[in-house]
């Protein structure tokens, strides 16, 4: 059964970081484009980033460039989240979502499995 569980949220001032990870099984994640969303209350699920199967290429919503990175290591099963000066507007539920190929979408139905996500709260 494929499942992604995500873990790193928290609460953190304007201007910290935080790192988030999430951890597959159930399927060769080596194969897979991967992508974190995240949801604040009362508006839609947003594509923050994404990362092709094999690393090589990425993606960033304009709101994060410069600020988030994502990462993955298919050695070790792990996708990451890096998040750095964090602002109050960025706080949601993070979740990483599994893709249906190697190569990344910007579509939200390309993503064909979730975690229940993460919690990221920004406030002073």
């Known amino acids: 059964q494929e499942k992604l569980v995500e873990s790193g949220g928290g609460l953190v001032q304007p201007g910290g970081s935080l790192k988030l990870s999430c951890a597959p099984s159930?399927?060769?994640?080596?194969?897979?484009?991967m992508g974190w969303f995240r949801r604040a209350p009362g508006k839609a699920s947003e594509l923050v980033a994404a990362?092709?199967?094999?690393?090589?290429?990425?993606y960033y919503t304009d709101a994060v460039k410069g600020r988030f990175t994502i990462s993955r290591d298919n050695d070790l099963d792990t996708l990451n989240l890096e998040m750095n000066d964090l602002r109050p507007e960025d706080t949601a539920l993070y979740s990483c979502?599994?893709?249906?190929?190697?190569?990344?979408?910007?579509?939200?139905?390309?993503?064909?499995?979730w975690g229940q996500g993460t919690q990221v709260t920004v406030t002073s």
């Open positions: 990362i092709s199967s094999n690393g090589d290429s990425s």
């Open positions: 159930g399927f060769n994640f080596d194969i897979y484009a």
């Open positions: 979502a599994k893709s249906g190929g190697p190569r990344f979408s910007l579509a939200p139905h390309s993503y064909d499995n």
